[in-house]
Each structure stands twice: as C-alpha cells, then as structure tokens.
C-alpha cells in the first residue's frame, strides 16, 4: 500500500512536471510568435531559407532529417514550433554509429537540442530559456567534435580555374577553420566542403548529371592537409585564402550549424546550387542579416562569391596565396643552368648513380640541384598515388643526400601572382559591328562565362579558356533582321605549354550552332569538334598545332551530317595585358568533299582596359567568306 | 648509430605503456588514400571536386579508424598528419624547417620550438630508421626522441 501511495505520487510529480512542461513549451512559444522569430534573418539562414522565382519561399535542404516539423521545408513558423517542442524531448542516449561504405544515412541518435545546436543557441538567446523548466542537455558527441575541430577563425579558400577537371573547371570554394590551439597553422585546420556524391566516376555523366540536378550534395569536414595534397599537389592549382573578419560568436555559431548540416543534403546543382553557392549560406548563418545567395538566381561562378564577398563592407580580411608544388618547383628550377637540370632529373631517377655529377658542384649548387630534385619527385608521388611509403623510399635517399649538404635552401623567389578577385568579372558583353562579304552589320554579343585567351590574364588561368552560353546576334543595316550568328554552349582550351617534367597536352572542345558559307551556299549547322595538340613558347609567347576532328549537324548536309578534319596552327601574342592577340591558318578537309583542303584563316584582338571593359576585333578570310567585327566589351 | 639504435629501444620500452604507444600499435589511418585514391583512382577525387570519403568525413555519420563524425580522433592526428604526409614531413623533418615539420611536431604533443626542430632534424635519419618505417613507428620514434633528453622532454606533453 505504500508502495501504491508512493508510486501514484511519484506519477503525480511525474505528471505535474510533464504539464508544466508543456506550459512552458506553449508561453515559448507565443514569445516566438510575437517576437516573429520565424521571419528573422538568422533562422531563415539556419533552415537555408530562399524565394525561388514563381515558388513561396522555402528551405533548400533536401533531406528530411534536416525539420522536425511535418511542412518543416516550407513552412517557417511550424519548423521553429517543432523545434522548440522538440527541445523538451526527455534525455537519451546518444549512439553514436559506425561508418559503413555506401551509407549515408544512419546518424545515430541525438537528441534534438544535440543534433541542432545552432538553432538551440539562437532560440535560447532570443527567448532566454530557463533552464530549471527547459533542461540543457550535456550532448557529449557534440562536445566531444567541437574540442577537436576548435576554430578560432575561418577563411574562404578557393581553387583556382583548371579546365582540365570537368567539375573544378570553374574553380572550386570551401572554407578552412583554423584551429584556437595552433592559429598560425593552416595545415592543422579542417577544411568544410560541400561536394556531390555522385553516382558515377565517368568525367562525362558527371557532368551531365551534375548540370540537371541528379546528384546530393553533401557538406565534410576533413583535415585541410588533404586538401592542399589534393589541389596544390595533384592538381598543380594555387590556392588563395580570403579571411573572414569574423567574431568568435560568429564562428561557434558556424560551426554549431555545420554540425546540423551532417544529417542532410542539398540536390546538387552544377551550374547554381553548387559548392560555392552552399558555402555562402554558411556564412549568412555567421553573419546575421548577410544576404549572399540571393546575389547569385541563376548560376553561381565560384570566383564571383569572393567578389560578393568583397563588397560586403569589412568581412573579408587578409588574402594569401598558398603556390601549387608545380609553381614551386618550376620556380627552383628556374634557377639552375642547363647541366644542373640534368643532375636534378637523374637525382629524381636513381639518386646513387647521380651522385658523382653531383658532387662536381659546389655545396650551394648541390644543394639547390637537390631541392629541385626533391620537388620532382614530390611532383610525381601523384603517379603513384595512395601509397606514399612505398615511394618515400626513393625519397628518403635523397633526403638524407641534401641533408649532408650543409647549406641553407634558397627561396625560389616565385614571380608575383595577381589574386583571382582582381581579374575581369565573368560575363562578357559586346556592342559593336563591322561587314561581312560587303554588307554591314550591327552586332550584340553576350557570354555567360568565364574567360577567353584575348583577354586580360590578371588574375586568371593563364593558358587556358572556358566560355559557356556566348551567344551572337546580328542587324544587318540593309535588311535590318535580327538574326542568331553564332550560339557556342561550350568551348574549352588548354594550351598548356609543353614541359618535359609536367608532361600535359594541349586541347580543345567546341560545341555550338554556328553558320558558314561554303561554295556560295550558307549553312547554319550544329557543331562538335575537339582534338589534342601541341603547345610551344618560344620567345615566351604561344605558338600551337591542333588536329581536331569535327562533326556537324544541320539540314544542309547531305544525310544531314558532315564529319570533317581541321588541322590548325595558331599564335598566341601577349605582350602585356593591355593588348593580346591570336591568329589562326586552319584547314577544313571533308573527305566527301572532293578531298579538298579548304583554308580558313582568322584572328581577333583585344585592348583591355581594366576590370569593366575592353575594345576587341575579329577577322575571318576563306575562299568563300570574309568579314570583320569590332566593338566595346563591358564586363559584369 | 648503434647507440642511437640502442637508445631508441630504450626510450620505446620506457614508454611502451604510454597512451602514444598504446595508440600506435594498430594499422594506419588512410586518410591519404582515401584522397589519393587506393589504385591511384585520384581522377575519381578530381573530377568530383573531393567528395571522396563522404561517409569517413561526413559531419555526423560516425566512427571510422581514425575519424569520428569526421574529424580525426585527438589520439590520432599526429598518425594521420604523418602518413598523409609522410614524404614532405621527413624531407623538412631532415631539414629542420618548415610547416610540415611544424604542424606534425604540435600533434605529436610538443611545442613548436628551435630546440625541438633542431633536435629532431639531428635524429631524423633514426627517426625515419629505414626505407619504409611505418608512420606509426616514426611518431613512435619521434615521442622517444624528444622524451630522451630532458631539455626536449620539458617542452612535450606525457
């Protein structure tokens, strides 16, 4: 009987407790509501809340584990509820799971106040909780993640342009937080991603089905070492780190929200919704009343956010430039004769045997000669990829040969870089006109995208190009019809010199509606043409052979395709960046087509003023065609 | 070098019972490979802008070998930072230089001094004992170093 009486007053207490819960859930409520917290600044960046044209405003989250509430994507007000609700949740335990391939879903168990930290700090300082009727829960998993990531600081680091990676063509953006414990040690922070998981290792599908949507996007945090191997060392691409001025709040707020980001995912938008657009929703989470997505409605180029972040008044602070292995090493070797390049090659071959020509140096040489050999092979550990230990044996030789060698490393001195928010901004219009075959024209050209060869290379890829959607309309002033001269989707160009220790070929990919005359018959044809070739600098400008292979679509074919060869020689000249110039002799050789070799020759030229605008010409002379255009490029 | 050798040993027993060597004892990371790619797949990584390892780093998808909800276990960074790099840390180890060297000696629990980069420069041909010594036993090695000599040992942690 007591035991009754003791157990119906403990469900009593029990009851009571639950009932004054739910009070204070319901007056939190109602202070949210008339506070209107659902519409403030921070918790529609919290739940990545954007109005999307012609859609109500809504989370761009796509994983459920992301709301508690049952419109939580939607609806704002309800998640907020939901959320505070779900704050009075009793404790449990956490679990905390096993990584498995393949698996990406299973998070364990948190609770609530645990798995949304960031939206439990802002909730707590807008309606100040009581702790004695809303317990704070101790979240040791979360505690535990937090001391080890530990940041103090946090800086937007982006990878340069390389059209030679499908998906990192246009650059690529994470951000690294640097840890309180070792401030001065970027190598020592974590790196915070976001990436596709995609369902494919085919360069191709990846991109097809990174441009429709076909992919999640998830965020990681991994240490930021990996990151520098895989961009600067791998890939040969400089990083850059923009510092953002950020107040420790602001950054524990960062990170609380990266850790709610863990249980969700973003469909994955190649073109918008990609790594740079998500790292920007990170820092309106930071930086409240920041609004930085919405700059960018359809498509996000990732060197365009650091440029939005710029003109954000005080946020970014302190540029740097971590050089890639290659920069370094060509540096270094800039400096040696000819014979010294030789011993460095065969140090980085068989160090044993190259030994005696080494030693024919004097200390200094030798070791200059010896670090350059170190930054070879260095350079080609990347062949060997995954196991460093197995090639460190090679290296260690070396290592302790140049150890012996009592003299200082010398600083390669790497020529000045401009930092890649400085160069011309990405879309291109041009106003202007000229003649083609004796009639004139007005011209309008528009390109969405990125950077071609005749424009200024401050600040971007320097022998490479990448143009998507460059689209060209004509007036002609007798007719005055408005008419498509040329739509390009795509044209990629690497005309990477040749150098015997970075082995890289050049090559190009256009694909397009363009026009043509040919035997006094005009065609407009859809075009797909690419192929490798060759790339030269003698006197330090670009001179390239191409061999490209064409195939062209377009009701003026018989069968109504075409395949063609088109060897080209081109020139590059770039004196400085006020003036390039390039000039083409191509030949266009279709073997149905009395096997004749058609000559084109073309070139254009720009004179580029600055970051906004340029004055720039081309010129097209065959057999059957001429023509010429100028006119006055705006960059936006 | 039959002291350095002997000396080591000495220093390995004396702290054999450690947490260091007690973490140690187990296989690698492959943190570097998951980059890298393990059949040298690195095209994998590059075309899709590193998203290899979304389940070893995704933010709360829990404990790998060396990770836990991503970020690598306080017991083995210095492991991890080691094998990831592992060249460019013995290169600026036998040096004496560099932000390798310096990142490592901070994980590996001592203070980023002169005196611990001179010290480890001297030892760095035993440190990095042979062609293929394992990255668990060069932070091994590198603990006993440090250890051996109290004016060292006072600016690393237990």
Redesign the interface.
């Known amino acids: 009987m007591m035991q009754l009486a003791a157990c119906g007053t403990f469900l009593g207490v029990a009851l009571l407790a639950g009932a004054a819960r739910a009070d204070y859930a319901a007056e939190l409520i109602a202070q949210s509501r008339a506070a209107r917290l659902h519409e403030s600044d921070e918790w529609s960046a919290l739940l990545h809340r954007i109005k999307p044209w012609l859609r109500p405003a809504q989370s761009e989250a796509d994983g459920p584990g992301f709301f508690l509430g049952k419109d939580g994507k939607i609806d704002a007000a309800a998640e907020l509820e939901a959320t505070l609700r779900a704050f009075f949740q009793p404790p449990v335990v956490e679990v905390?799971?096993?990584?498995?391939?393949?698996?990406?879903e299973?998070?364990?168990v948190?609770h609530p106040q645990c798995?949304f930290p960031a939206r439990y700090a802002f909730l707590d300082r807008s309606l100040r909780f009581d702790p004695a009727r809303l317990p704070q829960q101790p979240c040791p998993?979360f505690q535990?993640?937090r001391a080890?990531?530990d940041p103090v600081s946090v800086s937007v680091v982006f990878a340069a342009a390389y059209v030679n990676?499908?998906?990192?063509a246009f650059g690529?953006t994470f951000l690294r937080l640097d840890r309180r414990?070792?401030p001065d040690?970027?190598?020592?922070g974590?790196a915070v991603?976001f990436?596709?998981?995609?369902t494919t290792?085919n360069?191709v599908l990846?991109a097809l089905g990174g441009l429709t949507g076909q992919f999640r996007g998830?965020?990681?945090?991994?240490?930021y070492?990996?990151?520098v191997?895989?961009y600067s060392d791998?890939?040969s691409r400089d990083l850059w780190d923009y510092k953002l001025n950020l107040t420790q709040e602001q950054v524990d707020q960062m990170l609380r929200h990266?850790?709610e980001?863990?249980?969700t995912w973003f469909d994955y938008w190649f073109a918008d919704e990609n790594?740079s657009y998500h790292i920007l929703s990170l820092i309106e989470v930071a930086v409240s009343g920041v609004k930085l997505r919405e700059r960018f409605p359809l498509w996000t180029v990732p060197i365009d956010t650091l440029r939005t972040l710029r003109d954000v008044p005080g946020l970014l602070g302190e540029r740097k430039r971590r050089p890639s292995l290659d920069a370094r090493m060509k540096a270094r070797r800039s400096v040696l004769s000819g014979p010294e390049v030789r011993v460095a090659v065969s140090l980085a071959e068989d160090a044993e045997k190259a030994r005696p020509a080494l030693l024919t140096l004097p200390p200094r040489r030798q070791a200059a000669t010896l670090d350059t050999a170190?930054d070879l092979?260095?350079y080609h550990?990347?062949?060997?990829?995954?196991?460093?230990?197995?090639?460190?044996?090679a290296?260690?030789k070396l290592?302790?040969m140049?150890?012996r060698v009592r003299e200082p490393?010398a600083d390669p001195g790497l020529p000045p870089v401009t930092p890649p928010d400085v160069g011309h901004r990405s879309m291109l219009v041009v106003v202007g006109g000229g003649v083609q075959r004796n009639r004139p024209f007005g011209s309008f050209i528009w390109r969405a995208v990125l950077h071609d060869l005749i424009s200024a290379s401050e600040g971007q890829m320097s022998d490479h190009q990448l143009e998507m959607s460059r689209l060209e309309l004509r007036v002609p002033t007798d007719t005055g019809q408005l008419s498509v001269r040329e739509f390009r989707l795509l044209r990629l160009e690497s005309l990477d010199p040749l150098d015997t220790w970075t082995p890289k070929i050049a090559w190009r990919v256009t694909t397009g509606f363009t026009r043509e005359r040919l035997d006094a018959a005009d065609l407009s044809y859809w075009e797909l043409r690419g192929g490798p070739g060759l790339s030269l600098t003698p006197l330090g400008q670009l001179v390239y052979l191409m061999e490209e292979v064409e195939f062209d679509a377009g009701t003026g074919f018989v069968h109504k395709l075409r395949a063609r060869l088109r060897p080209t020689l081109g020139l590059l000249l770039r004196p400085a960046d006020l003036f390039h110039l390039r000039a083409e002799m191509a030949g266009r050789w279709d073997p149905t087509d009395s096997s004749r070799m058609r000559p084109l020759f073309s070139g254009e030229a720009a004179v580029n003023l600055g970051p906004r605008f340029q004055f720039r010409g081309q010129g097209m002379w065959s057999p059957d065609d001429w023509g010429w255009q100028a006119g006055l490029g705006l960059y936006f | 070098m039959r002291r350095i050798s002997f000396s080591l040993v000495l220093a390995s027993a004396l702290f054999a019972s450690s947490v260091w060597a007690a973490n140690y004892g187990m296989a690698g990371c492959g943190?570097?490979?998951?980059?890298?790619?393990?059949?040298?797949?690195?095209?994998?990584?590059?075309?899709?802008?590193?998203?290899f390892?979304?389940?070893?780093?995704?933010?709360?998808?829990?404990?790998?070998n060396c990770?836990?909800?991503?970020?690598?276990?306080?017991a083995h960074q210095a492991l991890?930072?080691a094998?990831?790099?592992?060249?460019?840390l013995?290169?600026q180890m036998?040096?004496g230089e560099g932000?390798?060297l310096?990142?490592f000696v901070?994980?590996a629990g001592c203070q980023?001094s002169p005196l611990v980069y001179a010290r480890a420069?001297e030892w760095?041909?035993a440190i990095?004992r042979e062609?293929?010594?394992?990255?668990a036993e060069v932070v091994l090695n590198f603990r006993s170093v440090m250890l051996g000599d109290p004016a060292t040992a006072a600016l690393c942690r237990g």
């Open positions: 905390i799971p096993e990584v498995k391939p393949g698996d990406t299973n998070h364990g948190q798995r998993r535990d993640w080890r990531v990676h499908p998906a990192s690529h414990s070792a040690q970027p190598l020592l974590y991603n990436a596709a998981d995609p290792s360069g990846y998830y965020f990681s945090i991994l240490p070492y990996l990151k191997k895989e791998l890939e990266i850790w980001l863990g249980t790594c170190l092979l260095q550990l990347g062949d060997v990829a995954g196991d460093e230990q197995k090639a460190a044996a290296e260690r290592v302790f140049r150890a490393s | 943190l570097g490979s998951i980059v890298m790619g393990k059949d040298g797949n690195q095209i994998l990584a590059a075309t899709t802008n590193g998203t390892g979304t389940q070893t780093f995704g933010i709360t998808t829990g404990t790998s990770t836990r909800d991503g970020a690598v276990a306080k991890a930072f094998e990831a790099n592992y060249t460019s013995m290169r036998a040096s932000e390798y310096a990142g901070s994980l980023t420069q760095s041909g990095f062609e293929n010594t394992p990255a």
